[in-house]
């Protein structure tokens, strides 16, 4: 049997414009994406008693947290909604928003010593970052997709079920969202490392304006509503309550103003993410 040996040729030039991405180079390097997913969901659990459970076990406590402080104490309205579905529903969805968002916002920094050693496209590290918080998700989301069951089977859910097709349009949108405003700040804090200690802060408030633990109906008709609405991430965790849960709103103009802020987003840090790693490495 003969042996046929393929011959690669690599051609290397200096990347001088503002968008300097080959996707086509990132897309030829997917393997090692699927390899910086694996590194990514394994060593956060490497070295923990309970490993992959704490996947489980994190949002089911803050879903208790929020169901005690803002259903119980507060006494906010769900909309007729099960408190637990409600809470664990928009958490799960902002959750994975906000994972894609911190961990890929320490791109440069968090993998430096890689990055000095050998070449590859360095989008990869988002990329694969973007996945490994989408497997999160999936784990979240069969929890979720248990207590959901209960009470669709006990009738006090209606679904929308076509609705629920639009998932991956809700994760894809989210997941591009938090790759585009994480890779601005990771090449903003290769120069200003002040901002990696704002951005923890940053989304923790920025969760409180978006509709997680309470119903978009209580805000009424004014410009608060508005305000909230503007919010990009506002549509998604709607579109998701008014597919599983039956109720929320899908407003088509607000979608469109995020997905166009989504899609501004995404390009500018693309633009700086290509200019900064060309020097990222004499100020990390």
Known sequence: MEMTEKSYHTHLEPKN?????????????????????????????????LGPAWI??????????YTLVFGGIAGISTDGIPQILFYMGGNAVWGFFAA?????????????????KVYFPRLVSPISTVLSSAINFFVQLAMFLVFWLYYVVTGQVSPNYIGILLL??????????????????????????????????????????????????????????????????????????????????????YWGISAVVMAAVVTLGVIVFSKVEKTFMDTV
């Open 17 to 49: 414009g503002w968008f300097d991405i080959d996707l086509k180079e990132v897309w030829r390097y997917r393997d090692l994406i699927w390899l910086f997913t694996k590194r990514s969901f394994i060593l956060i659990y490497k070295q923990t008693i």
């Open 168 to 253: 991956p349009v809700i994760l894809v949108y989210l997941g591009l969202l938090g790759l585009g405003f994480g890779i601005i700040i990771s090449s903003l804090t290769t120069k200003y490392r002040d901002l990696a200690m704002l951005v923890t802060f940053g989304v923790q408030l920025w969760m409180y304006i978006t509709p997680v633990v309470y119903p978009i109906s209580t805000l009424g008709e004014g410009g608060l509503r508005t305000v909230i609405m503007l919010n990009p991430v506002t549509c998604a965790v709607e579109t998701f309550r008014w597919a599983f849960l039956g109720q929320g709103s899908v407003e088509l103009l």
């Open 100 to 116: 894609c968002l911190n961990k890929t916002a320490s791109t440069f920094t968090g993998n430096a010593g890689v990055f000095g």
């Open 56 to 65: 489980i076990l994190q949002p089911l406590m803050t879903t208790l947290i």
